[in-house]
């Protein structure tokens, strides 16, 4: 039954796909600069880029619904460091018309991956990028057009070490992740053709890895980019708590984004790599080496991690989670990425499903929980799921589809100013 299930999530995000390239076409765009000196949020190069959907018309290609411009631009990891992210930033085609400046959504995508195919730069270039490494899948592309199509500017990080050759991507890092948000916002009045401002309204969008991303960005914009007009952001299925994802996603279509997680905060903790390695078995090694350069598609197809547990990671038989439990340094390193310790300082939407089988659905909530003992005004929407998909990942998935809709005209009342009534009073009432 799961097996068929599986098929089903991946027929569904194969709709649309509409052309196939290798992962290098883009050639040395991704390259960055040796040294990094320029402030965060500042541009670093910029080139047109053709989006999958552009439409041709007698040899003239359309700019519906927008036109693109590969970025890349300079940010901050974990450490502090300077470092260099791209992206894209699209020009709707429709004029705004609401009042004040076209406003901005900073668009965080969720899984793609961790190797160079997966960055969203290159799937809305191509939608589907397959080669002899990676299989990627364009499949935030709709939620992304929806925003063109009301008028509003879309600028869309490709994470820290997802595009560019001189990192791994640091999967759920929460301050890298926060920070690429929050800098490709900050770029995109910089970016050659843009219409928006330094004044403009911005909003901050994503779903599963990319709710997690904007929930770290939220919590992060008052000090690190005080100056970004954030009306709002909507966190949808946040892996707020890592070691209660680490349960959840084990031994489900999508056990692989738990080696992701593992590959990208080991490069920040050489005491974790330490810790684990006489954990790590040698098939586990080879895994985790495996999905460092794999996308979303060879999680699901050709990684042999699908409906597996990473307790045939270990030299022990325990799950990475039970290691975790055990290993200081693990436990000391997965907290470091916790969200929710900090308070945002705009309205949030944080949306779960209750059986959602990959990201948990009791961490969603108690995220919600924690921003609203901090006095955030946070808008917590619990879907009811009545069954299990069985670690499918339909659940997962059905409300970034389901609702994605309300989410985003939630997230555009925000940026016409209009006023947000929270629900933390009702929370303990909530599923």
Same mark, same amino acid.
């Given at each position: 039954? #799961?097996?068929?299930? *599986?098929?089903?999530?991946?027929?569904?995000?194969?709709? /649309?796909?509409?052309? =196939?390239? $290798?992962?290098? %076409?883009?050639?040395?765009?991704?390259?960055?600069?040796?040294?990094?000196?320029?402030?965060?949020?500042?541009?670093? #190069?910029?080139?047109? *880029?053709?989006?999958?959907?552009?439409?041709?018309?007698? /040899?003239?290609?359309? =700019?519906? $619904?927008?036109? %693109?411009?590969?970025?890349?631009?300079s940010s901050t990891d974990a450490t502090g460091r300077p470092v260099a992210v791209s992206g894209v930033y699209i020009e709707p085609t429709k004029r705004w018309?609401?009042?004040?400046?076209?406003?901005?959504?900073?668009?965080?995508?969720?899984?793609?991956?961790?190797?160079?195919?997966?960055?969203?730069?290159?799937?809305?270039?191509?939608?589907?990028?397959?080669?002899?490494?990676?299989?990627?899948?364009?499949?935030?592309?709709?939620?992304?057009?929806?925003?063109?199509?009301?008028?509003?500017?879309?600028?869309?990080?490709?994470?820290?070490?997802?595009?560019?050759?001189?990192?791994?991507?640091?999967?759920?890092?929460?301050?890298?992740s926060g920070h690429a948000v929050l800098d490709a916002a900050r770029v995109a009045s910089?970016?050659?053709?843009?219409?928006?401002t330094d004044d403009s309204p911005v909003g901050l969008y994503g779903y599963s890895q990319g709710g997690g991303a904007v929930a770290s960005a939220a919590e992060l914009a008052p000090t690190y980019a005080p100056e970004l007009d954030v009306k709002g952001a909507y966190a949808g299925a946040p892996p707020a708590d890592l070691a209660a994802v680490m349960r959840s996603a084990d031994d489900t279509s999508l056990t692989g984004v738990i080696g992701f997680a593992l590959n990208g905060i080991s490069q920040y903790e050489p005491g974790l790599q330490a810790a684990?390695?006489?954990?790590?078995?040698?098939?586990?090694?080879a895994t985790l080496s495996a999905l460092s350069t794999g996308?979303?598609?060879?999680?699901?197809?050709?990684?042999?991690?699908?409906?597996?547990?990473?307790?045939?990671?270990?030299?022990?038989?325990?799950?990475?989670?039970?290691?975790?439990?055990?290993?200081?340094?693990?436990?000391?390193?997965?907290?470091?990425?916790?969200?929710?310790?900090?308070?945002?300082?705009?309205?949030?939407?944080?949306l779960t499903g209750t059986k959602d089988d990959i990201v948990g659905h009791g961490q969603t909530k108690q995220l919600a929980k924690d921003w609203c003992a901090k006095g955030v005004d946070v808008r917590y929407v619990p879907v009811v799921q009545p069954a299990s998909s069985h670690g499918t990942a339909l659940n997962h998935l059905g409300p970034a589809i389901t609702r994605s809709l309300?989410?985003?005209?939630?997230?555009?009342?925000?940026?016409?100013?209009?006023?947000?009534?929270?629900?933390?009073?009702?929370?303990?009432?909530?599923?």
């Open positions: 039954m #799961r097996r068929t299930m *599986m098929c089903a999530v991946i027929g569904a995000l194969a709709v /649309g796909l509409l052309a =196939a390239t $290798p992962a290098n %076409a883009a050639g040395s765009f991704y390259d960055p600069p040796p040294e990094v000196t320029a402030a965060p949020g500042e541009l670093v #190069r910029a080139e047109p *880029m053709r989006l999958a959907a552009s439409v041709s018309f007698g /040899g003239k290609v359309s =700019a519906l $619904p927008g036109t %693109a411009t590969r970025i890349m631009y018309w609401g009042g004040g400046d076209r406003p901005l959504v900073s668009f965080a995508e969720g899984t793609q991956g961790q190797g160079d195919a997966c960055a969203p730069s290159r799937t809305l270039e191509k939608a589907l990028v397959v080669d002899s490494e990676a299989i990627a899948i364009g499949y935030e592309i709709p939620n992304i057009y929806a925003f063109l199509d009301r008028g509003i500017a879309v600028v869309v990080t490709d994470y820290i070490g997802l595009g560019t050759t001189d990192r791994v991507h640091s999967y759920v890092v929460r301050l890298d910089a970016v050659p053709g843009a219409s928006v684990l390695e006489p954990e790590i078995s040698d098939h586990g090694r996308c979303i598609g060879d999680a699901l197809l050709t990684s042999g991690t699908a409906f597996t547990s990473t307790a045939s990671w270990t030299t022990s038989g325990d799950s990475l989670y039970d290691v975790a439990q055990r290993v200081p340094e693990a436990l000391a390193a997965i907290d470091r990425q916790r969200i929710g310790t900090l308070a945002p300082e705009v309205p949030v939407m944080v309300q989410s985003q005209e939630w997230l555009v009342d925000r940026l016409e100013g209009r006023t947000m009534y929270d629900n933390c009073a009702f929370l303990p009432l909530l599923p």
